[in-house]
Nanobody, 129 residues
């Protein structure tokens, strides 16, 4: 079992930056083939893929909407994943969720919420114009 806890959300002006953290406890991801990701959701819409990282090799994947502005990373020693968000826009406003799974998720499913077994409770990010 894995417990994920996000932190770092808040209110920021457009053009500003935030860094989200996702700390995992329980079964660790060190040296695993697992993957972790960030998703976001606004009321009335489906959960949207933001970015993913393969825990072992560190390869990354991004949604087109955030490519070049957001950076996903992980610290295996701390069992923690991060999302550095720069040049934030009002349309980035959402509840951000971290997700993780110990399996080696195939590329075609790495952007699919159902591929991840573990989820955090979410952290609100609000970008004002």
């Amino acid at each position: 079992q894995v417990h994920l806890v996000e932190s770092g959300g808040g209110l920021v002006q457009a053009g500003g930056s935030l860094r989200l953290s996702c700390a995992a406890s329980g079964r660790t991801f060190s040296s695993s083939n697992g993957a972790a990701a960030w998703f976001r959701q606004v009321p009335g819409k489906e959960r949207e893929f933001v970015a993913a990282i393969r825990w072992g090799g560190g390869s990354t994947h991004y949604a087109d909407a955030v490519k070049g502005r957001f950076t996903i990373s992980r610290d295996s020693a701390k069992n923690t994943m991060y999302l550095q968000m720069n040049s934030l826009k009002p349309e980035d406003t959402a509840v951000y969720y971290c997700a993780a799974d110990h399996s080696s998720i195939i590329l075609s499913r790495i952007r699919v919420p159902e591929a991840y077994a573990y989820w955090g409770q979410g952290t609100q990010v609000t970008v004002s114009s």
